[in-house]
């Protein structure tokens, strides 16, 4: 199937009379003719459900269908995309392990790393995405058990050259981990580049509603665990919790990752995704390809409208032909923009820039971004506030930046909108 069709019928097939729509499960239990039959799906000998902290049919289908967008070979849904990054993360690495991503990151992310991870003894080295290759080597060390990235970096839109950080990753023997939240598979699907698994925060644009809040972790089921047998010993070495069961002998390469992560993570830590909130995502990939060309046309002429106003200092936005990654982004992305999503600094002082948020009347303030109404926010001051000036600086979050989020309206409105706020914002 091509993609388009895939958002509307992969991971998910109705019976003869059956809905035509995935069906909510909305409970947390199920019902077993024998003690015998429930004991062998909790040993795992048996595919089945026996309680929605672990899986339910609901999630597993939006799951399947993110995974055949994305080409991988098994996928789980999470409560968010913060669960998302740790859990896939989390999954592979303990106390003792090392950690390389790159600085260009979303600021919870960056927290999620530098904090609190070293607080769980995983020791985390973050490297600038730019440097060569030979030198991102140096920062591999034995014990170094993932590599982590961001196709298109929040809020400073940074490309990730994702054959570079794989080759880094091969270095290492260690799988890559890459954050495609931004473009979504209609535009990159690193899978292809060389990645091993991918995430992304659903709650954006493949909801790209605000109506629900989730994550997903997918696997390309290409990683060798037991090519590095005793580095993954959690996959290839007996499960004392599942009576010496080997995952990766039991479910494969292409699904040992995922049913170690529901099995270990999610029912010990919890945090999947609630079956509503995944039937609303669901719903809402089946419109994906549509909105995100909208997107794409209307933050292009945005972008290209604030580049040539004098009141603008500069704009981070690739499908611009003068942005530095401009030719990456053409490389990677099926369209340059790779979503609608646009920072740029204001030739001021930081009052400018709160003055020109203040005077927004079709774009608003929200702590939120790839949804269909245009969002504006203030990274320095909220989803970055917790950094330090080096580390803002280092994620390329200036005083004046601002990140909008354009959504589907009619461009006329926008550009209007954006004249109207920086007239006053430098009145």
């Keep these: 199937m091509e993609f388009s069709t895939k958002c509307l019928q992969a991971g998910y097939e109705p019976g003869n009379g059956g809905p035509r729509q995935i069906p909510i499960y909305q409970n947390t239990t199920w019902y077993f003719d024998s003690a015998e039959h429930q004991a062998k799906i909790f040993n795992l000998e048996e595919a089945g ?5 672990l899986s339910n049919p609901t999630c597993d289908a939006v799951a399947a269908r993110l995974a055949a967008l994305e080409g991988g070979a098994a996928a789980v849904l999470t409560s968010s995309g913060q669960a998302a990054s740790f859990y896939s993360v989390f999954n592979i690495c303990q106390a003792g392990d090392h950690l390389i991503c790159a600085h260009q990151v ?11 991870l070293p ?4 020791e985390v080295s973050f490297v600038d995405a730019d440097a060569p290759l ?5 920062e591999i060390r034995p014990n170094t058990k993932a590599i982590f990235g961001e196709t298109l970096s929040n809020p400073s839109l940074k490309v990730l050259d994702i054959e570079k950080f794989a080759a880094l990753a091969d270095a290492a023997g260690a799988p890559l981990i890459v954050d495609n939240t931004f473009p979504t598979p209609f535009n990159c699907r690193p899978i292809e580049h060389g990645a091993d698994i991918v995430v992304h925060s659903t709650t954006k644009y493949l909801d790209g509603h605000g109506a629900q809040l989730g994550g997903v972790i997918i696997d390309s089921g290409k990683f060798d665990w037991a090519a590095q047998g005793d580095k993954y010993a959690g996959l290839t070495q007996p499960d004392p919790s599942y009576h010496g069961l080997v995952f990766t002998d039991h479910f494969g390469q292409e699904a040992a990752y995922v049913y170690k992560l529901v099995t270990w993570l999610f029912r010990d830590l919890g945090a999947p995704s609630s079956p509503q909130n995944a039937f609303i995502l669901g719903m809402n990939i ?3 390809p549509v909105r995100i060309e909208r997107h794409i046309e209307n933050a292009q002429a945005v972008a290209e409208w ?11 936005y690739s499908g611009l032909e ?7 982004a053409s490389k990677y992305f099926d369209h340059a923009g790779g979503c609608g999503v646009i920072s740029f600094e204001l030739s001021g002082e930081y009052d400018n820039a709160v003055r020109f948020l203040d005077g927004l009347k079709v774009a608003r303030i929200a702590t939120h971004v790839a949804d269909a109404r245009t969002c504006v926010l203030h990274p320095a001051s909220t989803t970055h506030r917790q950094l330090s000036d080096a580390q803002r600086a280092e994620a390329g979050v200036a005083p004046t930046l601002v990140r909008i989020s354009v959504g589907i309206e009619d461009v006329r409105d926008l550009i209007a909108d954006l004249d109207q706020a920086l007239e006053g914002a430098f009145s």
């Design 49 to 53: 459900y026996f309680y929605s902290r």
């Design 106 to 116: 979303y600021g919870g992310t960056y927290n999620l790393f530098a904090v609190t």
């Design 119 to 122: 607080k769980m003894g995983i």
């Design 134 to 138: 030979e030198e991102l080597k140096k």
């Design 286 to 288: 089946e419109s994906l």
């Design 306 to 316: 604030l580049d040539a106003d004098s009141r603008i200092a500069s704009v981070n």
């Design 322 to 328: 003068g942005d530095d990654q401009h030719v990456l």
